[in-house]
Nanobody, 123 residues
Framework: QVQLVQSGGGSVQAGASLRLSCVAS???????VGWFRQGQGKERELVAS????????DYADFVKDRFIISRDNAKNLMYLQMNSLKPEDTAVYYC?????????????????WGQGTQVRVSN
């Protein structure tokens, strides 16, 4: 098992950048990890995922070329660098980990979740 604790987030203006971090209590290297988000009244959706060894990543079309997912297994950390933020990126963001491999897995396959952090982007 692993516990995930998030940090980062906040309120910014459109075009700004934010970095979300997530630290794991256990060996993060044994898990595939991802970032999800949930807008108000919306389903939780996959934003980005990264393989155990960082050799593969996948991004939702709505964040491609703007967000970067990364991880540091030695420190049990994962990150989401968010650039060129837009108002439609406003949501609660969650880090998550799964023992299953598949970069496009839905939230149902992720067993471990961070507490969530609010990101608000205004015009």
């Amino acid at each position: 098992q692993v516990q995930l604790v998030q940090s980062g987030g906040g309120s910014v203006q459109a075009g700004a950048s934010l970095r979300l971090s997530c630290v794991a209590s256990g060996r993060l290297s044994t898990y595939q990890v991802g970032w999800f988000r949930q807008g108000q009244g919306k389903e939780r959706e996959l934003v980005a995922s990264i393989s155990r060894s960082s050799d593969a990543t996948d991004y939702a079309d709505f964040v491609k070329d703007r967000f970067i997912i990364s991880r540091d297994n030695a420190k049990n950390l994962m990150y989401l660098q968010m650039n060129s933020l837009k108002p439609e990126d406003t949501a609660v963001y969650y880090c998550a980990a799964t023992g299953v491999y598949g970069l496009k897995l839905s939230k149902d396959f992720y067993a471990y979740w961070g507490q969530g952090t609010q990101v608000r982007v205004s015009n």
